[in-house]
C-alpha cells in the first residue's frame, strides 16, 4: 500500500498536468507570433492613415470616416468571416463555433487533427470562393460611400473626402479576404513565424509606398488608401509563394479542387458562418460608430479627427485580444 502510494505520488508530480508553469509555453509560443502578426496587419491602415493626417485636417478626417465605414461595412465582416472561428474553435473541445471564420478553423483544425492534409486545402478554397463573392456587393457599398454618407447626414466635404477614399480601398477588399483564408491555412498548422515575417516585411514596404504614393505621385489621401490596397496585395503574394515552394504548403495545398465548389458543403458552411459574423461585427462596429456619430457634432473636421485616432488604442487592444483568443 505505502509503495503503491509513492509511486501514485511519484506519478502524479510528474504528470504534465500538474506543471502549469510547463503547461503555458506551447500556448504562448503560438499566440504570441499570432499576436504581432495582427498588429502588423492593423498597422497598415494606421499608417495611412496617418500620412493622410499629415495632409491636413479634412484629408485626416476624410480618411478616418472613410476607413472607418470600410471596416463596418467591408473589411470587419471580411475577417470576422474567417477570423472569429478561432475562439470557437479550439472549444468544439468547449464551444460551437459559428461564422466563416469559426467554419474555415473549424473545418481546417479538423482535417488537421485527422491528418486529412489534403481537405486543408479544400476548405480554404471554398472560404476563398465565399469570401469573393461576398466582397462584391460590400465593394459597391463602398463605390457609393460619399452618396451613403451625404444620405446619413454628414458632412458634404467630409463625405466628399471619405468617398475617395474609400473607392481606392475596394481593390484592397477581395485581397483581403484573401489573406485571412491564407493566414487561417497557415495558423491551423501552426506555421506562425512565417505570418509574421510577411506581415513585418510587408509593413516596411507599406510606408515607403504611402510615403511613393502621397508625397512622390502627389495623390494626397488617395494615395494613402492604394498603397494601403497594394500592401495587402504584398502580403498575400509573400504567403503564396511560401505555400507554393515550402514543403507545408505543397502536402496540404495540391491545386485548385472541384470539392470546394460543392453547394451542399458551401451551404454548410454558410450556416454556420452568418449567425457568428453579425454576432462579432456588432461588437467591432461600436468602436467605429463613434467615429461616424462625430461628423454629426458642430465640428465634425476636428472631431472625427481626435476621435479617430483616440479610438486606435481600444482597436489595437481588442485586436491583440482577438490574435491571443485564436
Not at 486545402?121 to 451625404?150: C, E
Not at 509573400?238 to 507545408?248: G, I
Request: with cysteine; proline share 4%.
Amino acid at each position: 500500500m505505502g509503495g503503491a502510494s509513492a509511486g501514485g505520488a511519484t506519478e502524479a508530480a510528474s504528470s504534465p498536468l500538474l506543471m502549469p508553469r510547463s503547461a503555458p509555453r506551447p500556448a504562448v509560443e503560438v499566440a504570441a507570433p499570432l499576436v504581432a502578426c495582427s498588429l502588423l496587419q492593423y498597422s497598415l491602415q494606421v499608417v495611412s492613415v496617418m500620412f493622410a493626417g499629415h495632409l491636413g485636417e479634412l484629408s485626416l478626417s476624410g480618411a478616418s470616416v472613410a476607413a472607418s465605414f470600410a471596416n463596418v461595412t467591408g473589411f470587419s465582416v471580411l475577417i470576422r468571416a474567417v477570423v472569429v472561428t478561432s475562439l470557437h474553435s479550439d472549444i468544439c473541445a468547449t464551444r460551437v463555433s459559428l461564422g466563416m471564420g469559426s467554419a474555415l478553423d473549424t473545418f481546417c483544425g479538423q482535417s488537421y487533427g485527422a491528418r486529412q492534409y489534403d481537405m486543408l486545402g479544400t476548405h480554404t478554397q471554398r472560404a476563398i470562393i465565399v469570401l469573393m463573392l461576398s466582397g462584391v456587393p460590400l465593394a459597391f457599398v463602398l463605390a457609393f460611400a460619399g452618396q451613403i454618407l451625404i444620405a446619413l447626414g454628414q458632412n458634404p466635404e467630409i463625405s466628399f473626402e471619405a468617398g475617395l477614399y474609400a473607392q481606392w480601398l475596394i481593390p484592397g477588399l477581395f485581397v483581403y479576404g484573401l489573406l485571412q483564408c491564407l493566414t487561417r491555412f497557415l495558423q491551423t498548422q501552426n506555421i506562425v513565424q512565417i505570418l509574421v515575417a510577411c506581415s513585418g516585411l510587408t509593413l516596411l514596404l507599406h510606408v515607403m509606398l504611402c510615403w511613393l504614393l502621397v508625397q512622390g505621385f502627389g495623390l494626397g489621401h488617395k494615395g494613402a488608401a492604394l498603397a494601403t490596397s497594394i500592401s495587402y496585395w504584398f502580403n498575400v503574394a509573400f504567403l503564396a509563394v511560401y505555400v507554393k515552394v515550402s514543403e507545408d504548403g505543397r502536402r496540404s495545398w495540391h491545386g485548385w479542387s472541384r470539392e470546394a465548389l460543392k453547394l451542399k458543403d458551401a451551404k454548410v458552411y454558410l450556416k454556420l458562418a452568418i449567425p457568428s459574423t453579425f454576432m462579432t461585427c456588432l461588437e467591432y462596429w461600436a468602436f467605429e460608430m463613434v467615429v461616424l456619430l462625430a461628423g454629426f457634432l458642430p465640428d465634425p473636421k476636428l472631431e472625427t479627427s481626435i476621435l479617430s485616432v483616440r479610438l486606435k488604442r481600444p482597436e489595437l487592444e481588442f485586436s491583440v485580444q482577438m490574435a491571443a483568443l485564436h
